[in-house]
């Protein structure tokens, strides 16, 4: 992968790779790390963080809000146990509810989607026959 690098990457990352360094990069994280600290773009990160604070799922399709949740998480650094505690919170009324009688352990953030995806289909369909009546 060093290897690969040209340019200004190549030479910002170059004190570091050189055998006579005082501080060698310790592993391709490192590395990666380093060149996302320059490279990566603070703004979009800053605004992705209030667009997710901000993000309700409200009277939009369940899929809709989830393609929009999984955008913004994208940017940011969360893992799957802080975005299934946070996504329970962001979903609408209907679908918290159906969640709190639900009584199931959810072991991955996909599985939890599929749940509450399922869950908002049935209810949509629900609400169409009690309309149609």
Request: glycine residues 0%.
């Amino acid at each position: 992968m060093i290897s690969r690098l040209e340019g200004d990457a190549d030479q910002q990352t170059y004190a570091k790779r050189r055998v006579d360094a005082f501080s060698l990069y310790q592993s391709l994280s490192e590395l990666l790390k380093h060149l996302k600290e320059i490279y990566e773009d603070q703004n979009l990160i800053r605004k992705c963080r209030r667009e997710y604070v901000a993000l309700k799922q409200l009277n939009k399709l369940f899929s809709s809000f989830y393609s929009e949740f999984t955008r913004i998480f994208s940017f940011l650094n969360y893992d799957d146990v802080i975005l299934m505690n946070d996504i329970q919170n962001k979903i609408n009324n209907r679908l918290q509810n159906a969640l709190s009688v639900c009584f199931i352990e959810f072991s991955s953030l996909d599985k939890l989607k599929i749940f509450l995806q399922d869950v908002n289909n049935k209810q949509r369909v629900n609400y169409q026959l009690r309309d149609e009546q």
